[in-house]
Nanobody, 121 residues
Framework: QVQLVESGGGSVQAGGSLRLSCAASGYTVSSNCMGWFRQAPEKQREGVATIRNNGITTYADSVKGRFTISKDNAKNTLYLQMNSLKPEDTAMYYC???????????????WGQGTQVTVSS
């Protein structure tokens, strides 16, 4: 049984930083693709960042240069370092795993329960 458990969310002022963690069990973060997604109230879920098993990363334009996705294979944990946070980053953040080679939205099969990030101005 795959479990993804996010942590690290919270409330922060604009310009601040947070680091989200996603601890995986029943799934190896080093395999295929892992990603972070977010959903703000009354908005569609959007992809934030992905990381493939070869370390290649992608980012949404809105977070490039501010967010960094990484993983610790030994700890089987995925991270999202978020710097220079803006009020528009406020959302529920989810980690997800894609066991295929596509590393693309619809192929993310396993999802965590989410962690809330709130950025005040």
């Amino acid at each position: 049984q795959v479990q993804l458990v996010e942590s690290g969310g919270g409330s922060v002022q604009a310009g601040g930083s947070l680091r989200l963690s996603c601890a995986a069990s029943g799934y190896t973060v080093s395999s295929n693709c892992m990603g972070w997604f977010r959903q703000a109230p009354e908005k569609q879920r959007e992809g934030v960042a992905t990381i493939r098993n070869n370390g290649i990363t992608t980012y949404a334009d809105s977070v490039k240069g501010r967010f960094t996705i990484s993983k610790d294979n030994a700890k089987n944990t995925l991270y999202l370092q978020m710097n220079s946070l803006k009020p528009e980053d406020t959302a529920m953040y989810y980690c997800a795993a894609d066991p295929t080679v596509y590393c693309s939205g619809g192929y993310f099969r396993y999802w965590g329960q989410g962690t809330q990030v709130t950025v005040s101005s």
